[in-house]
Structures are given as C-alpha cells and as structure tokens.
C-alpha cells in the first residue's frame, strides 16, 4: 500500500517547525512512534535521507532542507486555494501565528482583545521573537521585528520607526540624583534585558546636536523579557533603556520618568516580514492594517510597499 504523501508531507513540515519529533508528535496529537513510522516511510518513498538522526537535536540534511522549502511551498500553495474556496483570502479567518518583539508585544496586548471583536473568525498564536525567518523556521504567518533586516527571500513592510529612551522611576530619581550628563550614567545602576536572538544592550548609544556619547552603565539586573525589565524600574531597580513604544503608558501615568530628555538614540525600522506569497491571507493584512495602528514614528520608507529583503 503506498503512502499518505500529502499527510506525511504535513508530518515532515511540522516536526521541522517544532524542532523535535516528540513535540511535533504532540502538535499532531499523534503518537510518536506514528510519526516516526510515516516520515520513515516519507524517505523510503523520495529516496534520500530528511534527518541526521546522529546528533542529538533535530537537524535536516541538505536533501531535507531543500524539501522542506518546497514542501513549505507546496502546503502555502494548497492553503491559498481552501482560503480561496472559503473566502479566506478576503475575509480574516483560521489561526493566525505571528512573532512578535517583546517591546512591540508590550504595546499590542492591550489592544488585542479589539483586534478579536473585529474578526471574530479569527484565532492567535503569538511567540516572542525578533527572528525574521521565524515566518520560516516556525512556520509563522508574519513576524513583527525591530532592527536591521537580514537579505531573504521574505517579503518586508515597513511600519515605522522605534527609540530607545533612558527612563528610570521617581523614587530611583530621588534617592540617585538627576543625570546633566550622559557620562553619569556610568555610576548608576542599570536593568538590560536580553532576548537570545537580539546582541546585549549592555552600552548605550546618545546623541545631542552632533555630539555622541557611548555609555556602559553599571549592570545589577539583566532579565529576559523586556516587561520584566520595565516592571524593575517601576519598582526602583535602577536606568532601563526600552523602546519608546513599551513604556509609553508607564511615562504618561508617571510610573517612570525619562532620564536625559534632550539626548536620543538612533531609530530602528520596525517591520512585519511575511514569506513570499503570490496573495497575501486577509488574516495577514488585517494583522498589519492593526500593527499600523500602534502609531510607530514614521520611517524614510514608511510609504514603501512591501519589498523583499
């Protein structure tokens, strides 16, 4: 009896997705040892070998990532046409799994909720990253990142533009001392989160009027959340320097104050990176359209369409 290659194909793109066989087998709600048996009929069938099963994490031979592209490829293209057939390329259905930077994650939860009342259709699955080929290794329909962008072969539209901004609590301004000068930071005490796929933010970069200032404060707290980092200022840990957007309300009801108003950090694009797609889901569109609504500063190529990066 021949295999279910279109099932299999399925097993094979989401155990690469998962990263592990034991997770994708529980992403499937099949057991592992069905999964097992269907990729290992999947390979018998092409010929060549999709899993170095030597090493111990999961890691796709050349001939596996090769086909994982086309599978990928193959699945994107049979989705487009039951979206078609549902009206999902023009109406905002299904699950929709997007990443999202922590700061930008920050400013977004409260709004979701609003998101979800106008497409009641709709569902999300949301994982913290600021990868832009997660749309790629995770299987993710659109990731919202902040920084420079990689070259892909993904599809990047622009947003806006980000800031880092030096804020610290009242009690920690009032116990320390104001700062004058970006080189008193030095002798402050300084809360830095750090993701696994951004570089440590352990100096600091200021402008004023042409003149640049690189600080390296003294780190007493380094967390892995960017909430967790603001959360610790509020509370009198010491100087964070988030983007703007995660601390706009903590600034507006007082909770943190900014420290060196008139000095500025370079501003960083913002953009939300989907995989190249002939049409892109209505889901998709609806979650930029609403990411557009976080009122980013505008960016030199705020204007553009999406281009490829």
């Avoid at 078609?84 to 997007?98: D, K, V």
């Avoid at 909720?113 to 993710?140: C, I, W, Y």
């Avoid at 533009?161 to 104001?178: H, K, M, N, Q």
């Amino acid at each position: 009896m021949g295999i279910d290659k279109l099932r299999a194909i399925r097993y094979f793109v989401r155990t690469v997705e998962a990263g592990s066989f034991a997770a994708a087998a529980r992403a499937l709600d099949v057991s592992a040892s069905a999964l097992s048996k269907a990729l290992a009929a999947l390979e018998a069938d092409l010929g060549f070998v999709l899993f170095n099963r030597s090493t111990r994490r999961l890691v796709l031979t050349d001939d596996g990532q090769a086909y994982s592209a086309c599978c990928r490829e193959v699945l994107q293209q049979l989705e487009d046409a039951e979206l078609t057939a549902r009206g999902g390329l023009f109406s905002a259905r299904g699950t929709l799994r997007f990443g999202v930077h922590p700061a930008l994650r920050i400013a977004l939860l409260p709004r979701l909720e609003a998101f979800l009342r106008r497409h009641p259709q709709l569902k999300l699955d949301m994982v913290s990253t600021n990868a832009p080929t997660a749309v790629l290794d995770q299987g993710l329909d659109v990731v919202l990142c902040i920084g420079r962008l990689p070259d892909s072969g993904l599809v990047a539209v622009p947003l806006g533009e980000v800031e880092f901004l030096v804020c610290a609590s009242p009690t920690y301004i009032a116990a320390r001392g104001d700062l004058r000068h970006p080189h008193e930071i030095d002798a402050h005490d300084a809360i830095v989160y750090r993701m696994p796929d951004e570089e440590s933010a352990v100096c600091w970069e200021l402008h004023r009027n042409g003149e640049r200032v690189v600080v390296t404060p003294l780190l007493r707290l380094a967390v892995r959340d960017g909430a967790g980092a603001i959360d610790a200022a509020i509370h009198g840990c010491g100087l964070v320097r988030p983007f703007d957007i995660a601390v706009r309300q903590a600034l507006q009801t007082g909770q943190l104050r900014r420290v060196l108003p008139e000095w500025h950090s370079p501003r960083q694009s913002v953009h939300a990176v989907v995989p190249q797609a002939r049409r892109m889901p209505a889901k998709v569109r609806a979650f930029i359209e609403f990411a557009r609504e976080l009122k980013l500063a505008p960016s030199a190529d705020a204007g553009a369409s999406s281009v490829g990066i």
